[in-house]
Every structure is written in structure tokens, then in C-alpha cells.
């Protein structure tokens, strides 16, 4: 049996060395042609409706309208790569008896660089820099008299340096930055003196006279750590995940604000495609509110998660 077991590995071990190309194809890297620049425009709207006509169920007439713009600069070569992307989302919905909403209002900024001092290595020095804010002002419906939110209140502004591992770096990515400023702006008044989203509220006297404005910056120092990654699921339906952690060492460290997105594009022709996301936050600067007992006053109930689920079919165009 032992002779047996000698003979089969002595034959194994042969036949593997004396035909490594039958046994072990190596894939060819791609071949390097060279720095270049790709850029990419892409336009997208989505649209949906509803009409009830003596629908003896009851409904209410509705149209919903969604238009997305994304465009991007990349650079590559061997060891250096400069990504840079823009994304501007605005959606709106009309009830018939009820006044225009806004769905989704999002500005994103992305920029990041990296380099790699072994051309065959995966690991790169990394820089990020992301910025959000949104167009029009944000209501907590159907009050729309009071904003809770407005043009670059909030911003948010991300700029940090770390390292990043991705074998393609345009499909995959994992960052981690232990030295990351988050900087919070709320450019309006009404909102800086009321505290909103983290910052340092108004201080008032004993009649109600402001004393000290709030502030309309936050600054934290903190850690970030981010992924992303594409892939086709099948023809057709394709997968993008983005998320992001970040934790500050002076506030609560350890309490980690999170931010979740991710989108399916299932492409019908050159044209026409249907998109299916989720988009996932929290923050625990954001803190809600509920009412009490006495009437018009409300208490603050802090931070919880928020979630938003959307589905869309439209056009897309690329230019």
C-alpha cells in the first residue's frame, strides 16, 4: 500500500513539472498602454405615473419625475491614479390635492489619488477628498413653512490620506484613513442658532435675545474607512456597493456615523433601463425630534437610522 501511495505521488509530481502548460494556465496580464485619461458623461431620467378614472377602489393621481447627471475624469499609468467624479440627482412628486415634493436632492464631489511604488503590487498611498451638499430646501412635510434644510446646510466636506488596496482599482476598493477631516458646514442662520446637524447652537438670555450666534462649521478629526466595488451579476444587471465608516476621536469615539448605498441597473437596451436602490445612513449628529404633551413644543430624541429605497424606470444617455 506504501509503494502504491510512492508511485502515484513520483507520478503526480512528474506529470505536473513535465506539463505545466496543460495544468496551469496563467492568465496574461493586460498589456499597459501607456498614462491615459478616460472621461464619462452620463444623463439619466426616470419618470412614473398613475391616473384613476372612476376607480371604484379609490387612488390618488400622481406623477413622479427623477433626473440624475454623473460625469467623471480618471487618470491612470503604472504606478499613479487620479480618480475624479461629480453626481448631481433631483427627483420631484406631484399628488393630485397635495402640494410638489421633493424626493431626492443630492451635489457629490470625489476626488482621490494614489500611488504605488511596486509596479506589481496591489496596495497604493492614498489621498481622498468627497464633498455633499443638496439644491433646494428640505421640508419635514406638509409643514413647508419652516425648512430643516437648505443649500450647503448641510455640507459635508471629507479630506484624509491612507492606504488602499484594490486589484482593479476601478471595480475594487477598501480604504482606510486613521487621519480623516470631517468639516460640517450649515451656511444659514436659523439653522446654525437651532444646533442642527452637530454644530454649536445659539446661546439666548432669559427673554430670549440672542447673546451668542450659532455656528455655522464643525470640525472633527477622525478615522475613515470606505469600500466600493462594481460587478455584473448577470448580462445586463449590473451591482455597485458603496459604504462608508467614520468615527471621531474627541466625540464619542467608537460611535461610528455610516453611510450605506447601493444601486442595481438592469439595462433593457442602449437606452432604456430600470434602476433598483438602497441607500442607507446614520449620524449621530442628526437628531430627531417628537412632540410632547404640551402643544407646538417638541423634544429632541436623538440620532436614528434613516433609509431610502427607490425604483426607477427611464433613459439613460451617455455623451
Known amino acids: 500500500m506504501k509503494n502504491s501511495f510512492l508511485i502515484i505521488a513520483c507520478f503526480l509530481f512528474q ?38 378614472v372612476n376607480w371604484n377602489s379609490g387612488g390618488s393621481n400622481s406623477i413622479s419625475g427623477l433626473v440624475g447627471i454623473e460625469t467623471s475624469a480618471n487618470y491612470s499609468d503604472k504606478y499613479f491614479y487620479w480618480k475624479n467624479d461629480a453626481r448631481l440627482r433631483y427627483g420631484i412628486n406631484k399628488q393630485e390635492s ?59 466636506l471629507f479630506f484624509g490620506g491612507g492606504m488602499e488596496y484594490g486589484k482593479e482599482i476601478k471595480r475594487l476598493s477598501f480604504y482606510f484613513s486613521p487621519l480623516t477631516l470631517k468639516a460640517t458646514f450649515v451656511l444659514d442662520e436659523e439653522l446654525a442658532n437651532a444646533g442642527s446637524f452637530g454644530v454649536t447652537p445659539a446661546i439666548y438670555d432669559s427673554e430670549g435675545n440672542i447673546v451668542r450666534e450659532g455656528e455655522q462649521l464643525k470640525k472633527e478629526v477622525g478615522i475613515l474607512m470606505t469600500n466600493s466595488y462594481e460587478m455584473e451579476l448577470a448580462k445586463n444587471i449590473n451591482l455597485k456597493n458603496q459604504v462608508s465608516m467614520y468615527s471621531d476621536y474627541v466625540n464619542n469615539f467608537g460611535n461610528v456615523d455610516v453611510d450605506w448605498r447601493v444601486d442595481f441597473d438592469f439595462k433593457v437596451n442602449s437606452f432604456v433601463r430600470a434602476t433598483l436602490g438602497s441607500h442607507l445612513r446614520y ?37
Do not use: C, H
Request: proline share 5%.
Open 283 to 319: 449620524d449621530d449628529d442628526v437628531k430627531t425630534t417628537i412632540e410632547t404633551d404640551i402643544e407646538g413644543e417638541t423634544e429632541e430624541a436623538g440620532a436614528k437610522v434613516q433609509w431610502k429605497q427607490f425604483l426607477g424606470v427611464g433613459f439613460a444617455v451617455d455623451f
Open 15 to 52: 506529470y505536473t513539472y513535465a506539463q505545466p502548460d496543460s495544468l496551469f494556465l496563467k492568465a496574461k496580464k493586460p498589456k499597459y498602454e501607456g498614462p491615459q485619461w478616460v472621461n464619462k458623461n452620463k444623463m439619466t431620467f426616470d419618470l412614473s405615473e398613475v391616473t384613476f
Open 98 to 156: 397635495r402640494e410638489l415634493r421633493k424626493t431626492d436632492d443630492i451635489i457629490q464631489i470625489n476626488s482621490s489619488m494614489g500611488f504605488k511604488p511596486d509596479v506589481n503590487s496591489n496596495w497604493f498611498y492614498s489621498a481622498q477628498l468627497n464633498f455633499s451638499t443638496q439644491l433646494t430646501n428640505g421640508y419635514k412635510y406638509p409643514d413647508t413653512d419652516n425648512p430643516i434644510s437648505r443649500l450647503l446646510a448641510p455640507g459635508y
